[in-house]
């Protein structure tokens, strides 16, 4: 019986630099990694889900209407998620299209806009931290607290930016129709972003929330609502180190559920890089699941395979 797998996919797979970030940019980006995903369905013939980032592309949406403004409204930040969770699935579903089709795969992927449900009294929501958009002057800063009720700060002496909760993901709202559609054979792409950020009142109506939700944590929870087996993080290194950059930087091959809440505490990993992926993984294994992977998109096959990037395990 095949495996089910999640294989969260990082801004490295979608965007490779600076200089290339156009909508065509991004495809070619994309399209590389589905190259080795669809290669690694090919040799493994897991049942799997792909999650993605979206932090530039929110971005992009955002600066768009800050330019915009004078003559169009504002993209609230849950219709960008839901945006960009539309874009980039087409073109994960048409990278992977061209290439089941070149290796003589018979599969189809689709792709589900996804709602993930936070609690409106998470402490995120009280103190906003997760920088997003532009740099604005601090008069302009001030006209958008005052106008649109945003949280604005100063970072780092290069102009203030806005500032959204990042709380953590409760419940993945399209469980049932992701499940269906993996039961069925497809690869199904979700929880874009961390998914669709929502909150739910003493009705159980829904709202859109001002948040982004991390995306290697949303994945983590999706994957042991879905009873996965392994869950695949893909970033910008084949392997896992500590003490990185340093001297004394070590690679890790494999480290047991012990060593890595270890290596967390010892603070090995940074916030804003390795730390949340690294808890992603410890949530995974403490909720059932059986292992997990951490390597770049290149290495995705081979570290399936056991060969290399790095293997954690309960």
């Known amino acids: 019986?095949?495996?089910?797998?999640?294989?969260a996919i990082g801004g490295n797979s979608l965007i490779t630099d600076k200089e290339h970030q156009t909508v065509p940019d991004q495809y070619q980006a994309c399209a590389q990694t589905c190259g080795h995903i669809a290669a690694m369905l090919k040799r493994s013939s897991l049942n799997l889900v792909i999650t993605h980032g979206n932090g530039p592309q929110v971005g992009f949406i955002l600066r768009r209407s800050e330019l915009a403004a004078r003559e169009l409204?504002?993209?609230?930040?849950d219709s960008c998620v839901a945006d960009t969770q539309g874009a980039l699935g087409y073109h994960i579903q048409r990278a992977l299209h061209n290439e089941f089709r070149r290796l003589g795969l018979e599969k189809t992927s689709a792709t589900i806009v996804t709602q993930v449900l936070v609690d409106q009294d998470d402490p995120a929501f009280k103190k906003p931290d997760k920088p997003i958009g532009s740099f604005m002057s601090q008069k302009e800063a001030e006209e958008r607290r005052s106008q649109d009720n945003w949280n604005v700060v100063e970072d780092a002496g290069r102009g203030w930016r806005r500032v959204v909760a990042s709380p953590?993901?409760?419940?993945?709202?399209?469980?049932?129709?992701?499940?269906?559609?993996?039961?069925?054979?497809?690869?199904?792409?979700?929880?874009?972003?961390?998914?669709?950020?929502?909150?739910q009142d003493g009705?159980?109506?829904?709202?859109?929330?001002?948040?982004?939700?991390?995306?290697?944590?949303?994945?983590?929870?999706?994957?042991?609502?879905?009873?996965?087996?392994?869950l695949i993080i893909s970033t910008a290194v084949e392997k896992v180190c500590l003490n990185f950059?340093?001297?004394?930087?070590?690679?890790?091959?494999?480290?047991?559920?012990?060593?890595?809440?270890?290596?967390?505490?010892?603070?090995?990993?940074?916030?804003?890089?390795?730390?949340?992926?690294?808890?992603?993984?410890?949530?995974f294994l403490e909720g059932g699941g059986k292992q997990a992977v951490i390597t770049d998109p290149g290495h995705l096959e081979l570290a399936v395979a056991g060969k290399t990037g790095t293997h954690i395990v309960p």
């Open 1 to 7: 019986m095949a495996q089910t797998a999640v294989i």
């Open 73 to 77: 409204h504002m993209v609230p930040l």
């Open 168 to 199: 953590a993901p409760k419940k993945i709202l399209e469980l049932a129709a992701i499940k269906r559609l993996l039961d069925a054979g497809f690869v199904v792409v979700a929880a874009g972003g961390g998914g669709i950020a929502v909150v």
């Open 203 to 230: 009705q159980g109506n829904l709202s859109g929330a001002a948040a982004v939700i991390d995306k290697d944590l949303a994945s983590s929870l999706l994957a042991r609502r879905i009873n996965a087996d392994i």
């Open 245 to 283: 950059g340093k001297p004394d930087q070590k690679t890790l091959d494999r480290m047991t559920l012990a060593e890595a809440k270890k290596y967390i505490a010892e603070g090995h990993f940074k916030p804003g890089s390795m730390l949340p992926k690294i808890q992603a993984i410890v949530d």
